[in-house]
């Protein structure tokens, strides 16, 4: 039986689905960078400090490769009139400078700063010195004049410019500073002192009345504020004691009022009680006292010397009905003698009050020394 050869089946092949994208991605993959073609921030910053350093470095090189090749312009000469024309090519001579040849000269007492010049700080102190030197030997002289009569008011001017090179104030300078710092300083001396020439053709300086007060010494000017002022401060010291004075004997004549109340209380006290103290049953002495002895026993002794002040305590007793005056032969010699009237006594209450209170205190000191005592006794046979 013959075989019937047999067809090889045909595999089947699948072919895949195309998406239509995916036949651009090729293209799209060439013509897009790579991801690290880009720089980072990092990097994007100091690309940009570095372009920034690069500039400035460029343009400093620039200004100063343009400044070093560029000459400077020369000034202009003083003595030519210079036209806008010639202005673009050279620097205007400045004030105070003279110009020759392109360079600048400053004149004395001035200097140089860059294209100007100005004014020099040594030749300007120098010069106000020169000045308050004027001033002061100028004033000073009239000031001593008007105080005490010994200056001078008008002052030779030759004077103080020998006094200034014997004192070797202008040793620092050379001559021709010396000569512009003396007529800098003569000009400023004629606006600030009066000046005049005198028969002889020599200049005379004087200070003005309003600078000479503030150079007068202090005891000048209240010695002449004094003088200007006498009515006013004479009437003042005179009203000044006047009520001092016044002040005075209304002090005085109410001390010696007080004092002669102060004594007729004393007065009274002591003659109270000792009429108090005669009245009693173990008691020799008089009821009565006399004047004089009671006068020396209360005054001082710079009060004896005053017989005013015990006539006025004598005055007040003269009126008080509670006293009796009457002359008492005593001794052999008539004496005034005053006693007081008990039965009368208006203070007889005060007078008990006050025995009561001083034997109370005798009472209390005597019981403290009896507690003493006993403490000491005690004491004593302990320690024995």
Known sequence: MESIPRKRPKSETKTPKRNPKSSHSPIKSILEPPESFFPSKEEFIKLLTVLLIACAVAFTCSFLTKYLDSDPKSFCDSDSDSTDSD???????????????????????YRKQGTLCIEDGAINESTKKLVRH??????EAYAHNECYGTGTIW???NGVWKDLRINGFMDNLDEPAY????????????ELLEKRTNANGNNELKCPESLME???PLTCRVQQWLLQHIVIVSSSCAMLVTCAILLRKVQRKRHFSSRVEELYDEVCDFLEENAVTSNSADSNCEPWVIASRLRDHLLLPRERRDPLLWTKVEELIQEDSRIDRYPKIIKGEQKVVWEWQVEGSLSLSKLKKRRETQKRVRQISDSNKILQDNYNRRIAETSS
């Open 214 to 216: 503030s150079y007068k």
């Open 134 to 139: 004027f001033e002061r030997k100028v004033c």
């Open 155 to 157: 002052v030779p001017e």
């Open 87 to 109: 202005l673009d090519s050279c620097e205007p001579c400045p004030v105070n400078g003279e110009c020759h040849q392109g360079k600048l000269q400053c004149n004395h007492g």
């Open 179 to 190: 000569n512009f710092v003396k007529a800098k300083a003569v000009e400023a001396v004629s």
